[in-house]
Structure formats: structure tokens, C-alpha cells
């Protein structure tokens, strides 16, 4: 599903007007429309209604709202924060200010008007909002978010900038945001699902020919997206047709990190695979995947040619270590020619390394911000405050598949295309989930998707999965390990679509 920037907007309204002769004031109107039906569906004609309408177009919004609502008999108050001197919303100031509507511009009565009301709309800013917050809004966004009165905001809550960042860290806290037209980035990154509330996308009447033509480079993964990338079974199929994969890691301590991608890869419908960990490790490795066949760390790498000839697919580093394994780690860098999942410890290596110049299109690396802040030098701040772009910048430049992890994952793909995934929770937040996500990738693309594809179905899947357990088990007893044993509900769920 494609989702739009800031930027976008702008775009679309300039040609609504310009290619389309769509005049904005009858977009206006279907938002009005839209959100007046959205508080109609929940509260009767008896609710007050308290109406905050900024200066911008978002304000304009609002003001139509006032007018519907107080025409169908709700009690509607109007708190405004504009002069409306010009464009849209000065018209439908003027329409209001015809009828026997309450409306004021004192912000010192925005006390009593939350006490009185039971429903606030926010339409204080949309997606116009830049900057800072001079702190008159930041006093009313406060006294919004203390009200506990419903809160219903238009388009965006208000005051969420343009992607993960918050200014003066305050943001309007919705229970619904109605969305107009399209879904944006910055509603999807999580400061801006923290605060909207259940998220509606409303059409407003924009032309069905310039959504579909208008070219985005960010998409939101869905249940009918993963759907069509879930590898083919077939009836006349042997191991061989489900591919080869092996997973590279497990120091002494760590053996947990091995076992937990196994199971994910194995419980994901590999042909084949194997495990390439320390000697000492072997035993504990067999006995807790039966299925797969260990091979000891041989003193001459080489030896390893023989397996990597029919492996498809390889995960480096779950449970690696950096310690002594720069030699192995270089080796698959500069060896190996299938596709490779380069995750915890992989990542941290190639850091310390510098071995970004070795990175290609077979790789996908799966950095959570502090490994990617390993890898770039930006601060974690810097990366979470608009993993998109950050990820996008990395995936081109290195000619890789980039799964940066977060609340919302981003996989940017080397042509620059950012998937948003919003599947999973904050069970997830346990060490070990990491391994499992990289089992998944690894297995995927032994099946035969591409680095992208494995990483879309890969992220989704992992955090479906972790959703359908937590609700039977809550948060905080999710472990990692409960997702291979449960990917199976994960699966069906994606087969029904
Ligand atoms: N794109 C479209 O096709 C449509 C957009 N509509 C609405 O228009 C909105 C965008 O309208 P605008 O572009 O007028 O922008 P907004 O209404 O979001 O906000 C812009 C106003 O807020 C002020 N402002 C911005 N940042 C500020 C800050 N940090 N502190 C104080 N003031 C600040 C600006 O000076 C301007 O007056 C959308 O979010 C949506 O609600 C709808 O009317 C329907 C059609
Ligand atoms: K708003």
C-alpha cells in the first residue's frame, strides 16, 4: 500500500487544482464530511462537541466539522486559533460565523470548554506543521492530552512533524485519526502510531487516476502483500526444492542465538539446513535441532567449499562473537556468492572492519539503531528520529536490502523503496527475537525469494507471529523461542489473507 510523504501532499493538492480543476474548498468539504461521520458513528446528537481549529487548512477542516455537526443538532462549541484572512478557511469561517455557533479565540477558556465537552476535535495542525512549538501550543496540547475527553484528530494528530521526530516532545494524543485521502509516513513511524488512536484513511474525493499514477517510494506491507510472497509448495517436491540454507555463529555462551534461527528457518520450510558453529557447540546444537546438521568450525576454511557449493542461503553472526571471528567473517564476505543475512555480531564486525566496500545485492543486514549506528557513525538519535530516510540512504548507497528493526521496521531495498512494517509488539523486545528474524530471511531466501522479498515476508511474519501469541500470553511472557513453535498461526493467518 503506498504511503506518502509531507511533500506528496503538496504535490497532490497543487494538481487536484491544476491537472484535475478540483477546487481544494470541495476537498475540504469531504474531510469535514468524513470526520463528522466518524464522530457520528460514536456519539449521538446529545454529545458536546468541542472544535479546536488552528490557523491552516487543518483548522478549515474543523470549522466545516462545526458547521455539520451543529447543523444535524449536536452542541458544538468552536475554539479557534486563526485570523482567517484568505484561502478556504477564511470561506468557511464566513459560513460560520452565519450561524448561531459558539466560537471563541480566548485560549483561557480552554479549560472550561474541555470540562464542558466530551468529544475534542483536533484540528489544530495536518500536515502543514513545521518547526518548534512556542509553548502557548504547547499548554494547549497538554491540557488536550489531560482532558481525558475523546480526542478525534484531523488528518495527523497535531503537532507529529514530518517523520519520527516530536518537537518539544509533545503531540496531540488521539483515540481516532482520520486520515484524509491517502496514509502518510509519519503516522506509521511510532511517535505517530504512540499517538493517533485507531487509524482511519478516509477518501475525500481525491482522483482514483492521480493516486494510482502519483509514484511513491514508501509502502506499507499488508496481509495480501505477504500473502503473494509466500514460497510455493508443490505436491511432486523434494528437500532440494526448498533450498539449502546455513546459519553461521554461536561463541561459547551464545549457542542460544544459533538454536533460536535454526528453529525459525527450520519451522519455516527449508529443504535443508545446517549449522556452522564452534566445536564445543556441536553437541548442545544437535540436540536441540534434530533436523539440521552441525558442522564444526574446521581449522582450513576452505573446507567449508563443499558445503557452501549447494547452500542458497546463509545467516552470519547470531551469536557470533567479534572476538577471533574476523578471519570467518571475511571469509563469507568475500566468498561467499549467495544470498546472506549479516546480522548481530556479522553487523558489529563488519563495522569494526570497515568492510562496507564488500557489501553487495546478495546481503541483507538486519541492524536494530544502535548496530546501525555502529555502521554509519550517525548517532541512534539521528537514526530513529527518521529511520526511513536513514535506511533509504544506506540501501542505495551500499547496493544492499537494509531491515533496520524498531518499533516499525524499515526495509529499504537497493532501489530505494522503504517497506513499513507495523506487525509485532513490544514482546518482541527480548533478546533472542533477532536471531529468529534472521532465521526466517535466511530461510526465505533458500526457498528462492529475493533479498527484498524474504525480508518483507521475513519482518511481517516475525511480528504476526509474536501478535497472534500475545494474545493469548500477554507481553510480557513472549519469548523468543515461542515464535518458531507458533509460526505455523502465523502462516495460516497470511494464507487466508
Ligand atoms: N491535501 C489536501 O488535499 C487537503 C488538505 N486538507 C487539510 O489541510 C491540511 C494542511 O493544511 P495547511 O497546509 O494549511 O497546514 P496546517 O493546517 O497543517 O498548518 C499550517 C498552519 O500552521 C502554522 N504552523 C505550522 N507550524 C507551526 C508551528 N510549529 N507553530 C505554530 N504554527 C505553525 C502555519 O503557519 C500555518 O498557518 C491537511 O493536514 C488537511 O487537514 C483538507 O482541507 C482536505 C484537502
Ligand atoms: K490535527
Redesign the pocket.
Known amino acids: 500500500m503506498k504511503v506518502f510523504k509531507p511533500g506528496d501532499?503538496k504535490h497532490?493538492?497543487n494538481l487536484?487544482v491544476d491537472k484535475y480543476q478540483i477546487p481544494?474548498l470541495i476537498?475540504?468539504e469531504h474531510?469535514g464530511i468524513k470526520i463528522s461521520e466518524e464522530i457520528q458513528k460514536k456519539f449521538n446528537k446529545e454529545s458536546k462537541v468541542l472544535i479546536m481549529a488552528?490557523?491552516?487548512?487543518?483548522?478549515?477542516?474543523g470549522l466545516v466539522v462545526a458547521r455539520l455537526l451543529y447543523n444535524l443538532g449536536y452542541k458544538v462549541k468552536v475554539l479557534y486559533l486563526?485570523n482567517y484572512k484568505t484561502g478556504?478557511s477564511k470561506i468557511n469561517f464566513d459560513i460560520l460565523n452565519s450561524l448561531d455557533v459558539y466560537k471563541t479565540n480566548s485560549i483561557a477558556d480552554l479549560g472550561e470548554l474541555l470540562l464542558w465537552s466530551e468529544v475534542v476535535v483536533d484540528a489544530i495542525?495536518?500536515?502543514?506543521?513545521?518547526?518548534?512549538?512556542?509553548q502557548e501550543?504547547i499548554d494547549i496540547f497538554s491540557m488536550i492530552n489531560n482532558s481525558k475527553r475523546y480526542v478525534i484528530s484531523?488528518?495527523?494528530p497535531s503537532g507529529l512533524g514530518s517523520s519520527n521526530y516530536t518537537?518539544n516532545n509533545i503531540v496531540v494524543k488521539a483515540n481516532k485519526t482520520v486520515t484524509?485521502?491517502c496514509l502518510k509516513e509519519n503516522l506509521l513511524l511510532p511517535t505517530g502510531r504512540e499517538n493517533s488512536g485507531e487509524l482511519v484513511v478516509s477518501d475525500?474525493g481525491?482522483p482514483k487516476d492521480l493516486m494510482e499514477q502519483f509514484e511513491v517510494s514508501t509502502f506499507l506491507i499488508t496481509p495480501n502483500m505477504a500473502k503473494e510472497l509466500l514460497p510455493k509448495r508443490v505436491e511432486n517436491s523434494h528437500k532440494g526444492t526448498y533450498g539449502t540454507g546455513l546459519i553461521v555463529g554461536g561463541s561459547l555462551g551464545m549457542s542460544g542465538a544459533v538454536i533460536l534461527a535454526a528453529q525459525a528457518a527450520l519451522k519455516s520450510g527449508i529443504g535443508l539446513l545446517y549449522t556452522l558453529v564452534s566445536e564445543k557447540l556441536v553437541d548442545v546444537i544437535e540436540n536441540n535441532c534434530i533436523e539440521s546438521i552441525t558442522i564444526p568450525m574446521p581449522k582450513g576454511l576452505i573446507e567449508l567449499d563443499k558445503y557452501l557449493k549447494n547452500t542458497k542461503s546463509v545467516a552470519i553472526g547470531p551469536g557470533l562473537s567479534t572476538e577471533n571471528n574476523e578471519v570467518l567473517f571475511l571469509y563469507f564476505v568475500e566468498n561467499y556468492k549467495g544470498s546472506m543475512v549479516i546480522d548481530g555480531d556479522g553487523l558489529n564486525l563488519l563495522a569494526n572492519l570497515k568492510l562496507h566496500d564488500l557489501i553487495c545485492e546478495n546481503h541483507v543486514l538486519t541492524p536494530h539503531p544502535k548496530e546501525m549506528s555502529r555502521l554509519t557513525g550517525l548517532t541512534v538519535e539521528e537514526i530513529t528520529s527518521d529511520p526511513i530516510t536513514v535506511a533509504r540512504e544506506f540501501s542505495v548507497k551500499h547496493n544492499c536490502t537494509l531491515v533496520l528493526k524498531g518499533s516499525t521496521t524499515c526495509i529499504a531495498t537497493k532501489d530505494g523503496d522503504v517497506y513499513l512494517n507495523t506487525t509485532g509488539n513490544n514482546g518482541l523486545a527480548t533478546g533472542g527475537s533477532g536471531d529468529v528474524l534472521a532465521g526466517l530471511i535466511m530461510s526465505f531466501m533458500a526457498q528462492g525469494l529475493s533479498q527484498d522479498e524474504a525480508a518483507i515476508l521475513g519482518v511481517y511474519l516475525h511480528g504476526l507471529t509474536a501478535d497472534i501469541i500475545s494474545e493469548g500470553k500477554g507481553y510480557y511472557s513472549l519469548l523468543p523461542s515461542d515464535i518458531p513453535k507458533e509460526l505455523h498461526k502465523g502462516f495460516k493467518k497470511i494464507q487466508k489473507g
Open positions: 501532499i497532490i493538492d487536484c481544494t476537498l475540504m474531510a488552528g490557523k491552516g487548512n487543518n483548522g478549515g477542516d486563526g478556504d495542525f495536518g500536515v502543514g506543521f513545521r518547526g518548534n512549538l512556542v501550543y484531523v488528518d495527523v518537537f484524509l485521502g475525500i481525491l
